[in-house]
């Protein structure tokens, strides 16, 4: 049976079988090997310049974007601050070999001052060295030219644009805005504990006092970021992704500049305060604290002897004279006496006292005496306060009892904050 098997079988059969497997083989062969020449071609020759600048020198970044600061109006629509344009130089540590010499070439290019190689050095050794240090914080237009010129001679060392907050007004609003300055090591304390770091990456200020400060993230806004790819210089080559940032909110204040500025030139020279409120709804419409100060030097970062003469300033300055002085009422506590007095049943409108020249505390020889040298005679409680009595005052307040002033006192919001929007209240 073997032998038969092998007589019947069609060689020639088999040999065309094979003949054309092999011819198909050899095609697929041929039409993957067309295939990856193509793909080949291109990759390296219409793609070329498209996988270049993705090598392994590039990088992909993440740059934030710093939003627009809203701004700040008087209720006329006035702008009480401004946003300006700025150029500042930076430097990435980590890129740069050599820092002396950097500095030394960098100083002829734009004019550094042995201050700004200073706090450089300063926030250097406060800051990452794979983050970007301000060398000099406000570049003139020549700077920046002369710099766009020599650029190519220092890979890692950029030119950013950026937007300052500026007062023109400067003192005469200054316990009112408050002032934008640098972000410190509580700031970003707070702001981490917060979760707020990330939407400050883009920045260098923060809101410090008055309407800047209290109304920080309603001014701030919301930072952007672009995703970018940079070649081994540092220099962007391809935008990848952009978030645009959003701009902060404006404010609008009850405020009226003009009458602020009126008051403002009415107390110079002298030490006091002010408050002009809408009774109405309580708007406040002035509010000025004398002397006062310029709030720019803040922003940059003012020096040690600036700083240090406000503080030794004999008549305070900083000092918000509205919100943290600490002044006796005198006769205005009156009215407000009266009508506790009244409302606790300790007197009546009809109830009368003399209102003698001067008033002795019952149980002591303590005397203290009324404004009018002559008295007052008798008097209801209309009548003294139309005198502005002090001495009915005094007997009525002795009768009152230090309990029940404090608790009705307490009701017209004495020994409580006003609520007004300072944070040094």
């Known amino acids: 049976m073997p032998l038969l098997r092998d007589e019947i079988r069609d060689h020639s059969a088999e040999e065309m079988l094979f003949i054309r497997r092999a011819a198909i083989a050899f095609l697929l062969v041929v039409v993957c090997f067309g295939v990856l020449i193509v793909n080949l071609y291109h990759l390296q020759v219409e793609q070329h310049d498209f996988y270049q600048t993705r090598s392994n020198q590039n990088d992909i970044k993440m740059l934030p974007i710093a939003p627009s600061r809203g701004l700040i109006f008087d209720r006329n629509g006035i702008p009480l601050v401004q946003n300006i344009t700025l150029y500042r130089l930076q430097v990435i540590p980590s890129k740069i070999p050599d820092m002396a010499a950097l500095l ?6 734009v004019d550094l001052t042995p201050d700004d190689i200073a706090s450089f050095r300063d926030d250097m050794h406060h800051t990452s060295r794979y983050k970007a240090v301000t060398l000099k914080p406000d570049l003139s237009d020549v700077e920046v030219a002369r710099f766009a010129v020599n650029e190519f001679r220092f890979p890692g060392v950029t030119v950013e644009s950026y937007q300052q907050r500026e007062y023109p007004y400067g003192a005469e609003l200054a316990h009112v805005v408050g002032y934008v300055s640098k972000i410190n090591d509580s700031d970003l304390q707070r702001l981490a504990k917060n979760g707020e770091e990330e939407n400050y990456a883009a920045d260098r200020n923060i809101g410090k006092q008055g309407i800047e400060g209290y109304y920080e993230k309603a001014l701030h806004g919301t930072t952007g970021y672009q995703e970018v790819e940079v070649d081994n210089h ?28 009126y008051i403002e030139s009415v107390l110079k020279g002298q030490r006091a305060a002010v408050v002009v409120v809408d009774p109405r709804d309580g708007g406040v419409l002035a509010m000025v604290s004398s002397p006062s100060y310029d709030p720019n030097p803040f922003v940059k970062g003012i020096g040690y002897q600036a700083y240090k003469s406000l ?37 009546t409108p009809n109830t009368t006292f003399f209102g003698a020249p001067t008033w002795t505390l019952p149980g002591t020889q303590r005397r203290y005496r009324d404004w009018l040298k002559t008295g007052h005679g008798m008097l209801n409680v209309t009548k003294a306060i139309e005198e502005s009595a002090d001495t009915f005052f005094y007997q009525v307040a002795f009768e009152m009892g230090i309990d029940r002033i404090h608790e009705w006192l307490s009701k017209f919001g004495y020994g409580q904050s006003t609520g007004i929007d300072l944070n040094e209240e």
Do not use: W
């Open 104 to 109: 030394q070439q960098l100083t002829p290019i």
């Open 234 to 261: 540092g220099r962007v080559v391809r935008l990848l992704k952009e978030v645009p940032p959003v701009a902060g909110k404006n404010l609008y204040l009850t405020l009226d500049l003009h009458l602020q500025q």
């Open 311 to 347: 503080l030794e300033n004999p008549d305070r300055p900083l000092i918000n004279r509205v919100t943290q002085g600490l002044y006796p009422p005198a006769s205005t506590v009156k009215p407000y006496m009266a009508l506790s007095a009244l409302s606790a049943g300790v007197i």
